[in-house]
Structure formats: structure tokens, C-alpha cells
């Protein structure tokens, strides 16, 4: 059975860093590209960032990019969000998601091609 386990989340200020973590088990993580998503309140579920299995290719929404890294571990089967400079319109529930879709470097945005899902940690960014 394949778990995604989303955790780190929480309330911090405007301009506080939080790294978020993904800890997935029942698969062999080093051959699934990572997505991190979020969904704020009465938005729709955006792309944050993604991570590669092969060379560690790495994509960022353009709202956060220069201020979240996405990184893994893959001995530690775990994928980080680092968030820093943290602004209030940050404020969502933040998944991770993980595909060996094989056409994933051009879909890495949409929802529809990430096989599994964690249940999401909350981050408050508070003004």
C-alpha cells in the first residue's frame, strides 16, 4: 500500500521559513517524480514545485520561485518543500504527489498525471 505522508506545516509569520516534508513508503521512491501542490480556500489545487527521479530536474511556479526549493532523499524515500520568505497569500494546504507518468517533464503541472497522494499539511502565514 503506497502512503504519501505530508508534515511540517503550520502557523508562522510573514516572512518565517517552514520546510515542509514528504515521507512515502510501499514504493521505490527513487523512481517517482515528486509534485508539491497547494489549495488555498474556495481556490482550486495550484502547482508549486516539482523534483525529477532521473537527473533531479527541478520546476517551480513562477509565485514562488527564488523563495521555495524543492529537494529528496531517496535513501530516506523523502521529498522537502523549504519554504522561505513566507508572504500570507501562502496560505493553503500543501500536498505532495508522486508519478512515473512518462511524459511527466511536459504535464508536471496538471493534477491528473500524479498517481499518489498525501492528505496535505496546513501553513497559516499570518500578516
Known amino acids: 500500500q503506497v502512503q504519501l505522508v505530508e508534515s511540517g506545516g503550520g502557523l508562522v509569520q510573514a516572512g518565517d521559513s517552514l520546510r515542509l516534508s514528504c515521507a512515502a513508503s510501499?514504493?521505490?521512491?527513487?523512481?517517482?517524480?515528486v509534485g508539491w501542490f497547494r489549495q488555498a480556500l474556495v481556490k482550486e489545487r495550484e502547482f508549486v514545485s516539482f523534483?525529477?527521479?532521473?537527473?533531479?530536474?527541478?520546476y517551480y511556479a513562477d509565485s514562488v520561485k527564488g523563495r521555495f526549493t524543492i529537494s529528496r532523499d531517496n535513501p530516506k524515500n523523502t521529498a522537502y518543500l523549504q519554504m522561505n520568505s513566507l508572504k500570507p497569500e501562502d496560505t493553503a494546504v500543501y500536498y505532495c504527489?508522486?508519478?512515473?507518468?512518462?511524459?511527466?517533464?511536459?504535464?508536471?503541472?496538471?493534477?491528473?498525471?500524479?498517481?499518489?497522494w498525501g492528505q496535505g499539511t496546513q501553513v497559516t502565514v499570518s500578516s
Open positions: 510501499g514504493l521505490t521512491f527513487s523512481n517517482y517524480a
Open positions: 523534483i525529477d527521479w532521473s537527473d533531479g530536474t527541478t
Open positions: 504527489a508522486a508519478t512515473r507518468h512518462a511524459s511527466i517533464r511536459n504535464f508536471y503541472t496538471h493534477r491528473s498525471v500524479y498517481k499518489y
